[in-house]
């Protein structure tokens, strides 16, 4: 699994995928942009330098195992990411996984996006604090 660079993320929001599975490949499947591939063995990767960040993977893996990243400044990141059951309201608190770090961390909600048709779940913005 790629991790997005710094660099890249300071450009704009970019897909980490933290996927164990080797029977789906959905992600690949309805990104338009050729930034996830599907190796050999059936284990999927994610291209960074290729992704645009759009999202449209999200919501669509049935693991909820895809989150964007993206650097803001000082210190300051945003996550987004794929959230089943009720929605939480801008402001509130949720916990999340930090980018380059194992443990959680507390993040504010900065957007909330109901699911869509089509969409498996809601999707979920978050900016947190992490000093790098
Ligand atoms: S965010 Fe968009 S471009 Fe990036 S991997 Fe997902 S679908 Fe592809
Ligand atoms: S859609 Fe989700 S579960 Fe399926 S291969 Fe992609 S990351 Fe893994």
Redesign the pocket.
């Known amino acids: 699994m790629a991790l997005p660079s710094l660099d890249r993320i300071k450009m704009g ?3 980490f995928i933290d996927c164990r599975r080797s029977d789906c490949g959905i ?1 690949a499947s ?4 050729s ?2 591939s599907i190796s050999e063995n059936g284990c999927v990767d ?1 291209h960074p330098d ?9 919501s669509k893996c049935p693991d909820g195992v ?1 989150r ?1 990243f993206k650097y803001r400044a000082d210190d300051e990141f945003e996550v987004t990411f794929a959230h089943d059951g009720e929605l939480p309201d801008i402001g509130d608190t949720v916990c999340i996984k930090p980018i380059y770090k194992n443990e959680s961390i507390q993040a504010s909600v900065t957007q909330v996006i109901p699911r869509g048709a089509g969409s498996l779940f809601g999707i979920i913005r978050a900016v947190y604090k992490q000093k790098q």
């Open positions: 929001r970019a897909a992600c309805v990104c338009g942009f930034a996830i994610a290729i992704c645009v960040g759009c999202g449209g993977c999200v895809i964007l």
